[in-house]
């Protein structure tokens, strides 16, 4: 598998152990933690995310939860672009744009954003991979069914392990196609975005046969909605932290190389815990 990858001035992502990618949903709508702070606010909290451990700060101006509605490209820049641009000047940590439209991956990468993560797997906007191409920018591919306003109305699968590493070959060769280096691509199967719980329980379940690929893989289970089906409790999306921490735990032991959370100072304890009883085999 792919050992690093390669950012802006001279920066490289190395996959020795895995990493931690701290959400900043810049939205005040998000499933789980929209809230309506300041720029300065925003950067401060991904400072402290820095502080707790974070390897990468992911930043996304558009809620992506299931019924979500599109956001204007103005709206969207001036949510992230204010809070890139902040973060940069104070911190050399590796950040990645959560979008799916091309003017919004270019303003971030010129703001000092590092990499692009697409729900879309580059399949929404005709220009967002040729802009990768050309920025060098190491790019995430996430599958999804349809989109967030539909996703979630009856997915199906008949194998959808199988189904999903298909749609990645896919994605893979048009994306090599549009000049993206291979080596700089990561996967991300989606964990909640067309899915039954019981196809993100499959997921994870079998997340090494993802390895085939031979490309880092992210997976993002965060507070999510099929913890709450395992265990109904009516609580807030932030309380599920334990349910959090045990997905995540299940997926660095299958494979996982990136996991996308918001509680980031108990993910890194609980990384550091488990890695150190492995270290004990």
Request: glycine share 6%; charged share 25%.
């Amino acid at each position: 598998m792919i050992n690093a990858l390669k950012l802006p001035n001279n920066r490289k992502l190395v996959f020795d152990q895995p990493l931690v990618m701290g959400i900043l949903n810049v939205t005040p709508d998000s499933f789980s933690d929209g809230a309506t702070l300041t720029s300065e606010q925003f950067v401060e909290k991904a400072l402290v995310m820095v502080e707790q451990g974070a390897d990468i700060i992911d930043i996304g101006g558009e809620s992506t939860r299931p019924g979500a509605d599109p956001v204007s490209i103005e709206d969207e820049l001036k949510r992230v672009i204010p809070v890139i641009e902040a973060i940069r000047k104070q911190s050399d940590i590796p950040i990645s744009i959560d979008t799916y439209k091309s003017e919004i991956a270019r303003a971030a990468l010129d703001s000092g954003a590092d990499i692009v993560n697409d729900i879309s797997a580059m399949g929404f906007s005709p220009d967002i991979a040729k802009l990768a191409a050309e920025k060098k920018a190491p790019s995430v591919l996430m599958h999804m069914l349809g989109t967030p306003q539909t996703m979630q109305k009856n997915p199906h699968y008949e194998n959808c392990v199988e189904e999903i590493i298909g749609f990645f070959e896919e994605r893979i060769t048009y994306c090599t196609e549009a000049g993206i280096e291979r080596s700089q691509l990561i996967i991300d199967p989606g964990i909640g975005f067309g899915k039954r719980l019981s196809d993100n329980l499959e997921i994870l379940a079998d997340l090494d046969r993802f390895k085939a690929l031979d490309l880092p893989i992210l997976i993002g289970v965060s507070r999510k909605s099929f913890i709450e089906k395992i265990h109904p409790t009516g609580l807030p999306a932030n309380r599920r932290i334990g349910g959090s921490i045990a997905a995540v735990l299940a997926a660095v032991e299958t494979g996982a190389d990136i996991v996308r959370v918001h509680d980031v100072y108990e993910t890194v304890e609980a990384i550091k815990v488990w890695a150190a009883i492995k270290e004990m085999n």
